[in-house]
């Protein structure tokens, strides 16, 4: 039974390692800033490995980790940032670079990458786990600690004003003219 156990440990700590690029991607998309998004998905790695015995169902091991990447986010927003609430998390700039006009497809990621990095930090996490990530709503709604209609009201402004920034961007971008 033991051998079963540790097996079972194993895999699941095996899972968890292979999920950093995952929790990398999580992390950029909420911070925009390469090397913290680095260092947060280290952290919830770590985090969740100390903590393996605290997971009570090994298929919502994302989730679980998600959520605990989440308070490292939150935990490195309180610590630089002391004196703001959690409300005011959601004004927090972005540096995201703008996009690369060498291919088309890199171009189409930057905008989105962009128009992403407008959006209010709650709809910003809403819209990386459900649309990007695939979590589902109720998973969303654990892994932030929100009640399930936040995360629909949220997702439903955030796809508003992903669209209407993509809009936006799309009709400013200049056309050129075919010469013959």
């Known amino acids: 039974m033991s051998w079963l156990q540790s097996r079972e440990q194993r895999e699941l700590m095996e899972q968890i390692k292979a999920s950093r690029s995952r929790l990398y991607r999580i992390a950029f998309a909420w911070c925009h800033d390469a090397a913290l998004a680095d260092d947060l998905a280290q952290e919830a790695l770590t985090r969740g490995l100390s903590r393996l015995d605290q997971l009570?169902?090994?298929?919502?091991f994302m989730s679980w980790l998600s959520s605990i990447l989440n308070r490292c986010w939150i935990d490195y927003l309180r610590a630089r940032r002391s004196d703001v609430d959690d409300e005011q998390l959601s004004e927090l700039p972005s540096d995201l670079p703008g996009p690369d006009s060498h291919a088309e497809r890199q171009e189409t990621v930057n905008r989105v990458r962009?128009?992403?990095?407008?959006?209010?930090?709650?709809?910003?996490?809403?819209?990386?786990?459900?649309?990007?990530?695939?979590?589902?709503?109720?998973?969303?709604?654990?892994?932030?600690?929100?009640?399930?209609?936040?995360?629909?009201?949220?997702?439903?402004?955030?796809?508003?004003?992903?669209?209407?920034?993509l809009t936006e961007q799309v009709a400013a971008k200049p056309r050129l003219r075919s010469v013959k």
């Open 56 to 60: 009570r169902e090994s298929a919502k």
């Open 114 to 165: 962009n128009a992403i990095a407008a959006l209010p930090l709650g709809q910003r996490q809403v819209v990386t786990l459900v649309d990007l990530e695939g979590f589902s709503y109720a998973e969303v709604a654990e892994v932030l600690e929100i009640p399930i209609g936040t995360v629909m009201s949220r997702l439903c402004r955030a796809r508003g004003s992903l669209k209407e920034l």
